[in-house]
């Protein structure tokens, strides 16, 4: 991990400034957790209202770190909260879901219980294309998707 602290101050307060940067990009994904209990959240932005997500929690804790200039002797933490943001992330986006659903819809299933790929389709003109899907029963929906 590169210290910040050992950096030119323009690169330190560069840096410090793209995290900062990400942090307020990163509300927009993980919003503040509204308690409406509390009178003087009203006060504040809207954005900047209740408490603010652990995945965003680690970042402004590394920035607090950076800008302290104590980065060398906590690059073990660093370490840790990038770890644990990345985590965070990866846990709410979901990735393995998400390719697990995109390898589901780039099957055709056919009536007669096979499978073509949309690679199998586009390996072929379109007009071939056409013709070949025009020859094989497609289930339901690939049908209305494929008349669209």
């Given amino acids: 991990m590169r210290s910040l602290a050992g950096s030119g101050s323009f690169a330190k307060e560069e840096a410090l400034a793209k ?4 942090v307020e990009v990163g509300r927009f994904y993980f ?3 509204l308690e409406k209990h509390l009178s003087r959240e009203a006060e504040k932005d809207s954005a900047y209202q209740g408490h603010r997500d652990v995945a965003l929690d680690y970042l402004v804790f ?3 770190i950076c800008k302290s200039g104590e980065d060398i002797e906590h690059v073990d933490h660093l370490r840790k909260l990038s770890r644990l943001f990345t985590s965070r992330v ?3 986006l979901n990735p393995r879901e998400h390719n697990r659903r995109l390898k589901m ?6 009536s007669n219980a096979d499978t073509i790929t949309l690679a199998d389709i ?3 003109s379109a007009e071939a294309a056409e013709v070949y ?5 497609i289930t ?9």
């Fill in 19 to 22: 995290l900062s940067a990400l």
């Fill in 122 to 124: 586009f390996d072929k």
């Fill in 90 to 92: 990866f846990d709410a």
């Fill in 31 to 33: 919003p503040n957790k």
């Fill in 62 to 64: 590394t920035y607090v």
């Fill in 140 to 148: 339901g929906q690939h049908k209305k998707d494929w008349n669209r």
């Fill in 133 to 137: 899907l025009a020859s094989l029963e």
């Fill in 105 to 110: 819809s780039s099957f055709i299933r056919l």
